[in-house]
T-cell receptor, first 114, second 116 residues
Framework: DGGITQSPKYLFRKEGQNVTLSCEQN?????MYWYRQDPGQGLRLIYY???????QKGDIAEGYSVSREKKESFPLTVTSAQKNPTAFYLC?????????????FGPGTRLTVL | AQKITQTQPGMFVQEKEAVTLDCTYD???????LFWYKQPSSGEMIFLIY??????QNATEGRYSLNFQKARKSANLVISASQLGDSAMYFC?????????????FGDGTTLTVKP
């Protein structure tokens, strides 16, 4: 079964700690993305990667870091520099459809800072 | 300026009736894609339907159709024969081919509640 997996589903972090959220896809998609969603709001782009070993900052990259060493994997690290990290984090990958790419999403990770 | 505007924070519909969720967009890019996603309470974003800016016909996928009015820059989602399982948050999104290539913009969402 092809899809996007994110782990863990729930994550608790103490203030001052770095945490890494996992995102893996077996859809053979080139591009991958990380979004943050706060309660009752839309999605905001953190980082995206269109090809292995390359990534770009999104709209709210401060306090986050990523790597893209393999096509299948795009882990997100939430660093202690992120002032308000409690949120729902969604990973996506995309494939060309018509004029542009269609994104498909993983199940998400809910991060809570204690 | 907001690139994607969803003016209905919440909508109610009776089971088995049709409902329209509004979406307007703003772009000067001649080539773009418009998308609708469903987010149930579990949190996962589920892709529903896609419309390309050059497509002559409105997109349809089962009970979902996209009412695309290019001159008005609107891309409303129509759900026919609503079911209780349609209760969720719905997001409209746009992806421009040239401007901000590689990035999608999402609206703030509309919460749909289907009443039995």
């Amino acid at each position: 079964d092809g899809g996007i997996t994110q782990s863990p589903k729930y994550l608790f972090r103490k203030e001052g700690q770095n945490v890494t959220l996992s995102c893996e896809q077996n859809l053979n998609h080139d591009a991958m993305y990380w979004y943050r969603q706060d309660p009752g709001q839309g999605l905001r782009l953190i980082y995206y990667s269109q090809i292995v070993n390359d990534f770009q900052k999104g709209d709210i990259a401060e306090g986050y870091s990523v790597s893209r060493e393999k096509k299948e994997s795009f882990p997100l690290t939430v660093t202690s520099a992120q002032k308000n990290p409690t949120a729902f984090y969604l990973c996506a990958s995309s494939i060309r459809q018509g004029l542009t790419d269609t994104q498909y999403f993983g199940p998400g990770t809910r991060l809570t800072v204690l | 300026a907001q690139k994607i505007t969803q003016t209905q924070p919440g909508m109610f519909v009776q089971e088995k009736e049709a409902v329209t969720l509004d979406c307007t967009y703003d772009t000067s890019d001649p080539s773009y894609g418009l998308f609708w996603y469903k987010q149930p309470s579990s949190g996962e974003m589920i892709f529903l339907i896609y419309q390309g800016s050059y497509d002559q016909q409105n997109a349809t996928e089962g009970r979902y159709s996209l009412n695309f009015q290019k001159a008005r820059k609107s891309a409303n989602l129509v759900i026919s024969a609503s079911q209780l399982g349609d209760s969720a948050m719905y997001f409209c999104a746009m992806r421009e081919t040239y401007t901000n290539a590689g990035k999608s913009t999402f609206g703030d969402g509309t919460t749909l509640t289907v009443k039995p």
